[in-house]
């Protein structure tokens, strides 16, 4: 199967907004979005069901798996990466787990102004990365992913630059009143992580030959679970923004 024909199902539960995506090679098939209270674990098999049936697809049909890897939710995290690694792993199918931030930003790859891209991290932080796009409309992250409170995300804007993520949302007031006309705010459409976005980087992933192992993945925590700190003996660990290439293009 060529990597531009596949049929990929995809999803990000790293948010309390989950989403759910079929990519049928370059078309996006279907794409189930939902903001909701209700914990990833008691909806997620049910969407994916509901957009299999919808669309008059099967899981059997599917070519690949991608899913959305961190930061975000501790345990949203864990949810889609287990289910999604499972699903590949039972029907023998490629799998690649694309970084949460790079999703919300990948939509941005043909400005001209660089993004920030945040999502509420508790603790009075956000987890945010900055990126840029060059001049083959590949939008790059040339540093790493940060766990830090929103005011210091100041120091880091020299210039116009736009914001996106329910991160911005939270602190938009504090990061307008300091940044001024160098906060540039994304429509409202574009302020959760799509699961057809998850998709179309995993596409290029595939493409590229750089298919990820559903045994060995592990999340992006950007910081410590609480899991982590009080049973490091147990488990798998995250991976580290010292474990990821900081400067990537896709």
Request: hydrophobic share 40%.
């Amino acid at each position: 199967m060529s990597p531009a024909n596949m049929k990929i199902l995809a999803l990000d539960t790293s948010t309390s907004s989950g989403s759910v995506a079929l990519m049928e090679g370059p078309i996006l098939t279907a794409e189930w979005t939902l903001q909701s209270a209700r914990t990833h674990n008691r909806r997620l098999l049910r969407t994916i069901d509901d957009l299999l049936r919808q669309t008059g697809r099967e899981l059997a049909e599917m070519d690949g798996f991608a899913v959305s890897t961190g930061p975000g939710s501790f345990t949203g995290i864990r949810i889609g990466l287990t289910s999604m690694k499972t699903l590949a792993w039972v029907l023998g199918k490629p799998f690649a787990g694309i970084p949460t931030l790079d999703a919300l930003a990948a939509p941005f790859r043909f400005s001209r102004l660089p993004v920030c891209a945040m999502l509420d991290a508790r603790k009075k932080e956000v987890y945010c990365a900055l990126y840029r796009a060059d001049e083959s409309n590949r939008i790059c992250r040339p540093g790493p992913y940060r766990a830090i409170a929103p005011e210091r995300i100041v120091d880091m804007i020299e210039e116009p630059t736009i914001f996106c993520g329910d991160g911005w949302l939270l602190y938009r007031r504090t990061l307008m009143e300091k940044l001024g006309r160098l906060a540039v705010e994304a429509p409202a459409s574009q302020h959760v992580v799509r699961a057809g976005a998850v998709a179309e980087l995993a596409a290029r992933k595939f493409s590229a030959g750089m298919a990820d192992d559903p045994v060995t993945a592990v999340p992006i925590y950007v910081r410590p679970s609480e899991a982590e700190i009080n049973y490091p003996h147990l488990g798998q660990p995250s991976k580290s923004p010292a474990d990821i290439d900081p400067d990537r293009c896709f």
